[in-house]
């Protein structure tokens, strides 16, 4: 059986004003569903792939929960706060010792925020309101769990998110039925520092040490065409390098459109553009670039269709 797809929400400049909107924050995870059945839990990334192996704590947590489908963030915690760095430690452990091991000691934490499936019963159609107040029952009935709670006041939601640090927050019509798999204006975001979800198309090493990867080119897709974003070494550490040079899969061309020239001092190796990362900056400059980019992680649950940029 083919995964569900979540809903996303579109990025936004401003929060939309007035009733008949719940504003969550936002929580710095890993999107999944958490399907229990009678038989099983799993857990599913964004694009489809079972992860259920890499978090052996939340699947404990489910086993009693009764049949239901539960969309949520995985999020790891330090001092209190969402820390995405963190949890990249856990995000890509598909051996079951290994991810014991790192339940006991980078434990995470699913916030669970909508309900699509309970007893059996569809509840994608009705909605969200209706959707929060069944959910809002099954975990009433299990301390252990964590929910995203949701406001009607968004200004104050905002102030909230970010006297505590938080990364931003979404806002959800409440009339609106759940959309799998897609992004519309039911659902919208505001981040308070700028982020996207960029391609890898080659990386670069200083010309006396080729093999060692020490920054990121990068592309994103405009418009279903591959567009230069380009490079990223800031936040790049040595095991995160290695990891990339083993995942990245070596090609002889550049696959945007127009070569790029080669940078004084650098050699440049390229590759299939399959690898998503998620950088931060501070805009994009007149020319198309990113603006002070630093590299925040490898997004093994996106494909590189939605590497879109901030989109």
Request: glycine share 10%; net charge neutral.
């Amino acid at each position: 059986m083919v995964a569900m797809k979540p809903m996303l929400a579109a990025p936004v400049a401003t929060l939309p004003d007035g009733a008949g909107w719940a504003f969550e924050f936002k929580w710095d995870g890993v999107r999944a569903l958490l399907d229990v059945s009678d038989h099983s839990v799993r857990l599913h990334s964004r694009n489809g792939n079972e992860i259920t192996a890499a978090y052996p704590e939340l699947i404990a947590l489910a086993a009693d929960a009764g049949d239901a489908l539960i969309d949520g963030e995985i999020v790891a915690l330090a001092d209190g706060l969402p820390s995405f760095e963190r949890l990249q430690t856990r995000m890509h452990v598909r051996d079951a010792r290994q991810a014991h091991d790192l339940a006991l000691s980078t434990p995470v934490t699913f916030v669970a925020f909508d309900l699509l499936r309970r007893f059996g019963v569809d509840l994608t159609g009705r909605p969200y309101v209706d959707r929060r107040a069944t959910l809002d029952r099954l975990v009433a009935d299990r301390p252990a769990w964590t929910i995203s709670p949701f406001f009607d006041d968004g200004a104050a939601t905002l102030a909230a998110a970010r006297q505590h640090g938080l990364e931003g927050v979404v806002a959800k019509r409440l009339a609106a039925p759940y959309r799998a798999g897609s992004r519309g204006t039911d659902w919208v975001k505001l981040r308070f520092v700028r982020a996207g979800d960029f391609v890898v198309v080659g990386w670069e090493g200083a010309a006396d040490r080729p093999a060692d990867l020490s920054s990121l080119v990068l592309g994103y897709y405009r418009d279903g065409a591959l567009d230069y974003a380009g490079k990223v070494g800031s936040g790049l550490d040595g095991r995160t390098s290695l990891r990339l040079r083993n995942a990245l899969a070596a090609r002889a061309d550049c696959s945007l459109p127009t070569a790029l020239p080669p940078s004084p001092g650098r050699v440049a190796t390229w590759c299939e553009p399959a690898v998503v990362v998620e950088v931060e900056f501070t805009a994009w400059t007149d020319d198309g670039r990113l603006r002070h980019p630093v590299f925040r992680g490898i997004r093994l649950d996106k494909s590189a269709a939605e590497a879109i940029g901030d989109g």
